[in-house]
């Protein structure tokens, strides 16, 4: 069994930074990408960023500039720091995470967590 932890969600005024924490844990053989998407109401879940195993990254052009996605590798924890937060950064935020374990690989996902940009 492989799940995904996900912590640090609320409101934030616009302007405001809020830090997202995504925890793998179980019968873990091996982490590859582990990513954030969101989802807004009435829209498409989308990636937000991503991250190999290896660190190289890629971010949607909605928040290059704001966001980073921090790895730590030793303890299978992404993060998600969010600066200069915008009203329509309010979503749903969920990790994503490509796990083997010794019997299989697959694609797991965090509960989500909702963060709210509003003054």
């Known amino acids: 069994q492989v799940q995904l932890v996900e912590s640090g969600g609320g409101l934030v005024q616009p302007g405001g930074s809020l830090r997202l924490s995504c925890a793998a844990s179980g019968s873990i053989f091996r982490i590859y990408a582990m990513g954030w998407y969101r989802q807004a109401p009435g829209k498409q879940r989308e990636l937000v960023t991503a991250?190999?195993?290896?660190?190289?990254?890629n971010y949607a052009d909605s928040v290059k500039g704001r966001f980073t996605i921090p790895r730590d590798n030793a303890k299978n924890t992404v993060y998600l720091q969010m600066n200069s937060l915008k009203p329509e950064d309010t979503a749903v935020y969920y990790c994503?995470?490509?796990?083997?374990?010794?019997?299989?690989?697959?694609?797991?996902w965090g509960q989500g967590t909702q963060v709210t940009v509003s003054s």
């Open positions: 994503n995470a490509a796990i083997a374990t010794m019997k299989e690989m697959n694609d797991y």
């Open positions: 991250v190999t195993s290896s660190g190289s990254t």
